[in-house]
């Protein structure tokens, strides 16, 4: 498992394996896996949507531990649907409270331990590249020869760093609607700095030639590496109304107040961005100014950035975003266990 060197390093690339990777980052993705993902994804929407069949019986017996490490409502619940709808069962844990860390067990060898219960693992962790230190414990008992059978991994969020099934899920939302991706404007709105899903999101953007118009605070603008990525395909801006005039897809993102530190260059941060958030706010009568073929994304939990007044505006697709996030994950799941939705029913 030596190509996995930590945060924002060389994961190893997909190219067409997906059989034999672990779900780490979008940088992994080429456009043609982002296909392949989204032809699985459409075909597991077909299937979901089957009357009185609701799923494909594609891995029966198979097991999926969703570990998660930091709070959900969505990833972990939406994980254990979308392997309960290939036919496999699945189990979510929430939080480590009641594990045997709490008796000095490692998280290495936590995450072993599940390893030899689970034939896919999905993991939600507090650190950046927390997910990476468990899939290389596995690879490293597999290579060892103490676990008899790859087990892939799935970064279901790894603190301030990606979010890579949430861009999934994204991409598909944003295809369903348009169908394309050449020409579209994206605008990201929020904490570019600590905002996970926005990382993933722009490394996905970057790869499908699409531009991002970034509405950034001075207090957490975009890192540099996301910069680079994206080249001239990045606008920054603190005009979050033109933005919005501008975009055909306009996605906001709460502010991730929970890695706020306590010194005072934290807490000088953390008051420029709640000033800057409370400019930021979206509602009905602001949404007006947006082209009528725009879409509004958020990946939950909001607060008071998207208000409740644009839940009837036909662009708000944050809850069908939400419920796309099952057939994303139905496909990431199938595609890393080696099986095919769309090739199941040809
Ligand atoms: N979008 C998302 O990750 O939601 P949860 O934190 O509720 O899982």
Request: glycine letters at 10%.
């Amino acid at each position: 498992m030596a190509e996995i060197e930590g945060v924002g390093g060389l994961h190893p690339k997909i190219n067409g394996a997906f059989g034999e990777a672990h779900l780490l980052s979008m940088h992994q993705f080429s456009p043609a896996d982002i296909d392949t993902f989204l032809q699985e994804a459409l075909a597991a929407e077909a299937v979901m949507r089957t009357p009185g069949v609701w799923g494909r019986n594609l891995l029966p017996g198979a097991e999926l531990k969703a570990v998660m490490r930091q709070p959900s409502t969505r990833t972990g619940g939406s994980m254990a649907t979308a392997m309960t709808k290939l036919g496999g069962g699945a189990q979510v844990i929430s939080g480590m409270a009641a594990s045997s860390e709490g008796k000095g067990e490692t998280v290495s060898d936590s995450w072993v331990a599940f390893a030899t219960q689970a034939d896919i693992i999905g993991c939600r962790t507090a650190e950046a590249g927390g997910v990476e230190v468990g899939a290389m414990a596995i690879d490293d008992a597999v290579e060892n020869g103490k676990l008899w059978k790859r087990v892939p991994v799935i970064n279901l969020g790894d603190g301030v760093n990606e979010h890579p099934t949430q861009t999934l899920g994204d991409v598909f939302t944003i295809y369903k609607k348009f169908g394309y991706f050449a020409d579209l404007t994206i605008a990201t709105v929020g904490d570019h700095e600590r905002y996970r899903s926005h990382h993933s999101l722009t490394i996905g953007a970057s790869i499908l030639g699409v531009k991002i118009i970034a509405v950034e605070s001075s207090a957490a603008p975009v890192p540099e590496p996301y910069v680079e990525l994206l080249g001239d395909n990045l606008e920054r801006t603190r005009d979050l109304d033109g933005a919005i005039q501008a975009a055909d897809v306009l996605c906001m993102g709460r502010n991730p107040d929970e890695y706020s530190g306590e010194d005072d260059e934290e807490q000088g941060r953390s008051a420029q961005l709640a000033v800057d958030y409370q400019g930021w706010i979206v509602d009905r009568a602001r949404l007006q100014q947006m082209k009528p073929s725009g879409m509004v994304l958020h990946a939950r939990p909001r607060r008071n950035e998207l208000d409740p007044s644009i839940d009837a505006d036909p662009r708000a697709h944050d809850v069908e975003q939400m419920a796309n996030m099952i057939p994303a994950r139905m496909a990431a799941i199938a595609l890393l266990m080696g099986v095919s939705i769309k090739g199941s029913r040809q």
